[in-house]
Nanobody
Framework: QEQVVESGGGLVEAGGSLRLSCVAS????????MAWCRQAPGKEREFVAR????????NYADDVKGRFTITKDNAKNTLFLHMKSLKPEDATLFYC??????????WGQGTQFTVSS
């Protein structure tokens, strides 16, 4: 069964750092790109960052540029989101999304973190 599973949420102080992880399976899944999105209560899901699984090229939402870095470990089918200088308004539910080479999208269940001020 194809799936992505996020982890790494929790509690962090304002100004602190946190790393989210996302593992895609099965290992044989052919991935085109992976992305992180976020969704605050009552709002639409929005793009945060994306990485091309082959070239490694990345793009980011404007409000996270310079603070968030998306990386990958192809050997482990794992995606990361390194976040620094966190603000209380960054805290919400983050989702991982894998796009397979044939175009199918696979979403995870999400991971939540809180930023204390």
């Amino acid at each position: 069964q194809e799936q992505v599973v996020e982890s790494g949420g929790g509690l962090v102080e304002a100004g602190g750092s946190l790393r989210l992880s996302c593992v895609a399976s099965p290992r044989s899944l052919s991935i085109a790109d992976m992305a992180w999105c976020r969704q605050a209560p009552g709002k639409e899901r929005e793009f945060v960052a994306r990485i091309n699984w082959i070239s490694g090229s990345t793009n980011y939402a404007d409000d996270v540029k310079g603070r968030f870095t998306i990386t990958k470990d192809n050997a482990k089918n794992t995606l990361f989101l390194h976040m620094k200088s966190l603000k209380p308004e960054d805290a919400t539910l983050f989702y991982c999304d894998a796009t397979a080479l044939i175009g199918r999208e696979i979403w995870g269940q999400g991971t939540q973190f809180t930023v204390s001020s």
